[in-house]
């Protein structure tokens, strides 16, 4: 990789094994995010994914499936399609 890419931080919001839902961070076992509410869950993992120079939210429903991937910021995108 060259030196002045970085690889863009991984964010995952998914249902919590004890309840509710979390956010974390791939690779760590401590949530950035945890909660009753998805909405909220979301809203908190976003903030903390954008004060990071690249980085991805994926957002997973109650079956495990990836409903939503968000990437910041808008520029690091590699792919040109709108949403």
Not at 14 to 41: C, I, L, M, Q, Y
Not at 66 to 72: A, D, G, K, L, P
């Amino acid at each position: 990789m060259s030196p002045g890419k970085r690889t863009r931080k991984v964010y995952t919001v998914e249902t919590d094994p004890k309840g509710g839902w979390r956010g974390a961070a791939k690779g760590s076992t401590r949530a950035v995010a945890k909660g009753d509410n998805k909405a909220e869950v979301v809203k908190r993992t976003t903030e903390v994914a954008k004060k990071q120079p690249k980085a991805q939210v994926r957002i997973k429903g109650k079956n495990g499936r990836i409903q939503n991937e968000r990437t910041y910021p808008r520029s690091s995108d590699p792919r040109r399609t709108p949403g």
